[in-house]
């Protein structure tokens, strides 16, 4: 089946860093994907739509120029969390629709 | 606004049934899912419903929708150890996007031997 791969699945950075997670699609084109954020014991919630060739779409509240998305190809979307500060810290997941909704394994993201 | 409301916890002996169940808000929302999320991994799709049906089974799962009291509920016969995990319901909101959807904040389900 459709298989979508997150990398990297954990990642430890100091504050002011940036940090990139990369979302691939293996065996479909995805013209949409999908980043979410998951805080513990808090539900998914989405933070933007990611579009192949254009520009991402913030959800309300998320800020774009921290967390910058790049839709270059069908198969690849990138997360770049800029700046990180510690209330950053959080897992991360995205998804690509293909016939159906297909989501990554997730980042966990730890700032200090 | 738009809400998905599950219980936070359930504990459950292996081979009795685990009943899930969720509430929504939007009643425009086209399909309804169940997710479930093993520890450290990401969310599985385990079934959906579209809003016209009332029920669907699928092996241990039965899926009940009840659109009226806008009400969900995942069955999941002869549980497992291996079937603890979150369970996540979901709605896909307005439009129908399964990219937008609105996700509960997930059901613990603990199976005890």
Sequence with gaps: GAVVSQHPSRVICKSGTSVKIECRSLDFQATTMFWYRQFPKQSLMLMATSNEGSKATYEQGVEKDKFLINHASLTLSTLTVTSAHPEDSSFYICSARGEKLFFGSGTQLSVL | GEDVE???FLSVREGDSSVI???YTDSSSTYLYWYKQEPGAGLQLLTYIFSNMD?????RLTVLLNKKDKHLSLRIADTQTGDSAIYFCAESGHGGSQGNLIFGKGTK???KP
């Design chain 2, 21 to 23: 169940n969720c509430t």
């Design chain 2, 6 to 8: 599950q219980s936070l």
């Design chain 2, 109 to 111: 389900l603990s199976v």
């Design chain 2, 55 to 59: 029920m669907k089974q699928d092996q």
